[in-house]
């Protein structure tokens, strides 16, 4: 089966520091990719999606970047974090054409 | 622009209330809706639904879709506290990504 693992799990960096959160996918291959947000009390933001290996799409311009270095490696990555960074981020992934979206376990973000 | 809209944005009920949580799109090229509950973390999928008036269920859950009125329900029967969530309703229009609606934070009270 399917499993999708997103570290670290809580994360509490100042202002400026830069920020990685990586994601990993088992189980399927040539899955599609994505980075959402989610601040509070709000929906879903996608900040970015990948359909392969080093293909990323931006949403949302920002100071974040996105890479996709293995086939099943999603990386969210910042030089300098900004406080309105803070959020809970969401790796996901999905196959197919008609396919539901999986989610990670999340990754709380405070920038202070 | 595609849009989702959620109603209510937050509801509070005892144990045993039935709920209806709405969904509301507008989208071209619809492809399919689907309903998340989220509890602490990650969303968790509970329906996908393509066609119109074919019910999917799932124990007390049960949702519909409206391709005619564009709009989908979620219906919870006998509430339980363990259906305190906030339940996400995402759009998929054909060769774009979904679109998630802002969710409806349900508190079922003991």
């Known amino acids: 089966s399917q499993t999708i693992h997103q570290w670290p799990a809580t994360l509490v960096q100042p202002v400026g520091s830069p920020l990685s959160l990586e994601c990993t996918v088992e189980?399927?291959?040539?899955?599609?990719l994505y980075w959402y947000r989610q601040a509070a009390g709000r929906g879903l933001q996608l900040l970015f999606y990948?359909?392969?290996?080093?293909?990323i799409s931006s949403e949302v311009p920002q100071n974040l970047s996105a890479s996709r270095p293995q086939d099943r490696q999603f990386i969210l990555s910042s030089k300098k974090l900004l406080l309105s960074d803070s959020g809970f981020y969401l790796c996901a992934w999905s196959v197919g054409v008609l396919s539901t979206i999986y989610f990670g376990e999340g990754s709380w973000l405070t920038v202070v | 622009e595609d849009k989702v809209v959620q109603s209510p944005l937050s509801l509070v009920v005892h144990e045993g209330d039935t709920v209806t949580l709405n969904c509301s799109y507008e989208v071209t090229n619809f492809r399919s809706l689907l309903w998340y509950k989220q509890e602490k973390k990650a969303p968790t999928f509970l329906f996908m639904l393509?066609?119109?008036?074919i019910e999917k269920k799932s124990g007390r859950l049960s949702s519909i879709l409206d391709k005619k009125e564009l709009f989908s329900i979620l219906n919870i029967t006998a509430t339980q506290t363990g259906d305190s969530a906030v339940y996400l309703c995402?759009?998929?229009?054909?060769?774009?990504?979904?679109?998630f609606g802002p969710g409806t934070r349900l508190s079922v009270l003991p």
């Open positions: 990948s359909v392969g290996i080093g293909q």
């Open positions: 995402a759009v998929v229009p054909y060769g774009q990504n979904f679109v």
């Open positions: 393509t066609s119109s008036g």
């Open positions: 189980g399927t291959s040539n899955p599609n």
